[in-house]
């Protein structure tokens, strides 16, 4: 959540911030509305406290000179009954404001360029050259039929369109890319966890998928508890309402898991293949740090996730996104697309993200530091999303005959 404070004491200057990120003014109108709502409601409340103290004292010289105490006490006790309700007032009214706040996306960094989608994101530097083909390279579907890797019809069959089951080499590669990128990360210093694949209503809220996006969420019938769209969201709330010591960060982790979406909003998008699937495989980074070190390890995990690629022999580039293609929570982010030659294109493969604050405002995560309790900083990113990094494998080491090699760097996991 946005720090409310801050918008209330320059809420034009936070607005225009945020409507660079495509923030409705009539939201924002609303919550300004609920500001003045909030503060009237806050001045009735210190009034009738205020008159409540003025009759107490009152009430004690009444005592002590043996006064009739009778009408006084009468007005006290009315006084109390409307510093009750005038509570009651406040507290709903700053449920309202905060409500609304859930609905509003975190403040884009000052750099972040300015931008209405993905085609407005600007490249950094690409990494590795694509390799030059003497033959029209086939797309992943194709080669994962034909060596018998990924059956895309069984898939539709055990469950619905846009699932896939893997065999053989297809299934074990998975398996190998994600002992892969366990080790590598732990390697730079991210510490594994093994993270539950539901998580409750509460731990959503904390990172920013709900309320917005529910509609893209698997929910249990009948239960408060929803499958995961991402580990970002349970290794981020292992500290929710949490203080931390300010020794004990940064908390760098990784983590792999199954993640769910419904892709309510990609209809007609990458329908072949296994680009966007409801279920897919994934490992994440995640680090809790001192506000004053996200930067310095923002830059560490976009290198990580980049170095991975490298080590598989993988061409990509890193781009900024710009403020129309940031997501809810985040406050900048830096994506890596792998070069797909059979799509002769660059395809998102991980998304890198700093969130400043404002996923630790709603899931409470904080650290002592010095004499007072600050928010933390949570990132998070892909390290890699592991059916899109074999669909590069595929397409980047096939073969005119539409066989594929295998890179170097996992042939120890394969027993090669």
């Not at 000052?110 to 085609?119: M, Q």
């Not at 083909?133 to 469950?159: C, M, Q, Y």
């Not at 590669?173 to 998580?199: C, K, T």
Request: negative net charge; charged residues 30%.
């Amino acid at each position: 959540m946005i720090d409310l404070k801050l918008l209330q004491k320059d809420f034009e200057g936070i607005s225009k911030k945020l409507e660079r990120k495509g923030v409705d003014a009539k939201l924002l109108e609303k919550v300004k509305i609920k500001f003045e709502e909030l503060k009237v409601a806050k001045a009735a409340f210190e009034t009738l406290q205020a008159a409540q103290n003025a009759m107490s004292k009152e009430f004690g010289v009444y005592k002590r000179e043996g006064k009739d105490i009778s009408k006084l006490k009468a007005k006290v006790d009315e006084n109390k009954i409307r510093i009750a309700d005038a509570l009651e007032i406040q507290r709903l009214r700053q449920e309202e404001l905060e409500t609304l706040a859930m609905a509003i996306p975190n403040i884009p960094d000052d750099n972040v360029p300015d931008g209405e989608d993905e085609n407005d994101n600007v490249e950094l530097k690409k990494v590795l050259t694509p390799k030059e083909f003497s033959f029209t390279p086939k797309e992943h579907w194709e080669l994962a039929e034909l060596n018998g890797w990924i059956d895309f019809e069984r898939g539709v069959k055990l469950a619905t369109s846009r699932f896939s089951v893997s065999f053989g080499m297809g299934a074990r590669l998975e398996r190998a890319l994600i002992n892969f990128m366990l080790d590598f990360n732990r390697q730079r210093g991210f510490e594994e966890v093994s993270v539950p694949a539901l998580v409750n209503r509460k731990a959503l809220e904390g990172t920013g998928q709900l309320p917005k996006f529910e509609e893209d969420l698997y929910k249990m019938q009948d239960q408060e508890l929803f499958l995961i769209p991402t580990a970002e969201v349970p290794v981020t709330n292992l500290y929710q309402d949490e203080i931390l010591t300010a020794e004990a960060l940064p908390k760098k982790m990784t983590a792999y898991t199954s993640c769910f979406r419904k892709e309510a909003g990609a209809a007609g998008r990458d329908t072949r293949g296994m680009i966007r699937q409801h279920q897919f495989h994934k490992v994440e980074l995640v680090a809790i740090a001192n506000p004053q070190e996200s930067e310095k390890i923002f830059d560490e995990m976009v290198q990580t996730a980049s170095d991975i690629l490298t080590a598989l022999e993988l061409p990509h580039r890193i781009v900024n996104l710009c403020t129309g293609d940031l997501g809810f929570s985040a406050a900048h982010t830096t994506d890596i697309e792998v070069w797909l030659p059979g799509q002769d294109k660059y395809r998102e493969i991980s998304s890198i993200s700093n969130t400043r604050d404002f996923q630790a405002r709603r899931a409470k995560i904080r650290f002592k530091n010095s004499k007072k309790n600050e928010f933390v900083h949570t990132l998070n990113g892909s390290s890699l999303a592991v059916g899109r990094t074999l669909v590069a494998i595929m397409e980047n080491f096939q073969n005119e005959d539409g066989s594929i090699d295998i890179p170097e760097a996992l042939k120890p996991y394969l027993g090669m």
